[in-house]
């Protein structure tokens, strides 16, 4: 299935308008002139990972500037919700060839924008026909806690060390003179 979207931007002051520009221009998309200044970029969107990534880095240059709309069809459709799809879309392209996106925690708005979408699968794996693997802890106990446990005292830490010495609660003066700045 294909889809089409449409990145319209422009007339902008921004510093990065020549190189939004220069993305529609040289991207995957067919960049024209609407009005002087205002550009309309048409996108369509299949299997083919390097038209989302060319989707995904114009949005990336324009969403945020007043004059930038994203059109289906004749439908106003959510800048941010387009990029988002974009960049899920072309990295499951490029490492699947396919989307292979689990829904376990929900259908996400993005979702709906995506040619790749399978609602049938999203189903499946929202009513848990398809569970996440569990996840597995595996605690391990070391040496001192084992001896602790059995009711021995741990190891000694090297030779020379002595048991019976207790921390004072006062540090010597001695500590004090041999320190230096603290």
Not at 141 to 157: E, F, H, I, K, W
Request: hydrophobic fraction near 35%; proline fraction near 8%.
């Amino acid at each position: 299935m294909e889809r089409q979207l449409t990145v319209e931007f422009g007339p902008s002051r921004s510093k990065r308008f020549g190189k939004a520009l220069a993305e529609a221009e040289n991207g995957p998309g067919e960049c024209s002139q609407l009005e002087p200044g205002r550009y309309g970029v048409r996108f369509v969107l299949g299997n083919d990972a390097a038209a989302y990534t060319g989707l995904a880095r114009l949005l990336q240059r324009v969403r945020n500037w007043r004059a930038s709309e994203v059109y289906e069809e004749d439908e106003l459709v959510s800048s941010y919700h387009a990029r988002e799809m974009a960049w899920c879309a072309s990295s499951q392209l490029r490492s699947f060839g396919g989307c292979r996106f689990r829904f376990w925690l929900g259908v996400f708005p993005r979702c709906a924008l995506c040619p790749l979408f399978d609602a049938e699968r999203a189903i499946r794996d929202v009513l848990g026909e398809n569970p996440p693997p569990p996840t597995v802890f595996e605690i391990t106990l070391g040496p001192n806690v084992r001896a602790l446990l059995n009711g021995d005292l741990p190891p000694s830490r090297g030779e020379g060390s002595d048991p019976c010495w207790q921390v004072p609660d006062f540090a010597p003066e001695e500590w004090e003179s041999a320190g230096g700045d603290a």
